[in-house]
């Protein structure tokens, strides 16, 4: 069982993440703030510190799931505060860890992925890999992909999967 696990504050990521959905039969769980973001320098300024901010989510029972993908906007370089929650309080032991991470600029996703990728081992999970891809605009909100790109990006994660 695939659980997919998600933040998204402008949308682009959830694109990605109901489009895994739809190809994995998996189940959504988003990651909801109790207090939501107002403005991109809260997001900034949280990412930098590494923030970790109450989340709506009664639930966030892993046990069903073999497999979690995890998909998060990069803020300032790094996870964002929701993914950092959610690292905090997964149990991810004996869970196999894939990561989406989506931005203006993909190539500068390696260290935040390190950063996910050393918190998944440190919680017991085991970190299959992970893809970066151009999301929504930082200013403008629009995306950057056309739903052809998303199809073929979608396809080549699940491949990554099997
Ligand atoms: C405050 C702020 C900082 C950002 N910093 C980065 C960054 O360091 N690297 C990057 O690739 N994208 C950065 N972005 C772009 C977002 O990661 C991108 O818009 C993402 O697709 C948003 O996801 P969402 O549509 O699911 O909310 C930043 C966006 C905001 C608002």
């Given at each position: 069982m695939v659980a997919i696990v998600y933040y998204s504050r402008t949308g682009s990521t959830r694109e990605y993440a109901k489009g895994i959905k739809d190809a994995t039969g998996g189940d959504l769980i988003e990651l909801l703030e109790r207090n939501p973001k107002k403005t991109n320098g809260q997001c900034a300024i949280q990412a930098l510190f590494g923030v970790c901010p109450q989340l709506e989510n009664k639930d966030l029972e892993l046990a069903p799931y073999d497999l979690v993908v995890l998909l998060t906007p990069i803020y300032a370089f790094n996870p964002s505060p929701a993914i950092n929650s959610f690292l905090k309080i997964a149990n991810l032991k004996e869970k196999k860890v894939y990561l989406v991470t989506l931005g203006e600029?993909?190539?500068?996703?390696r260290k935040p992925t390190e950063k996910i990728k050393r918190k998944v081992e440190k919680k017991g999970g085991t970190f299959l890999g992970s893809s970066s891809f151009r999301g929504a605009s930082m200013f403008k909100k629009t995306f950057y992909f056309t739903e052809e790109e998303l199809r073929k990006n979608i396809g080549e994660i699940v491949q990554r999967l099997s």
């Open positions: 600029d993909p190539k500068s996703h």
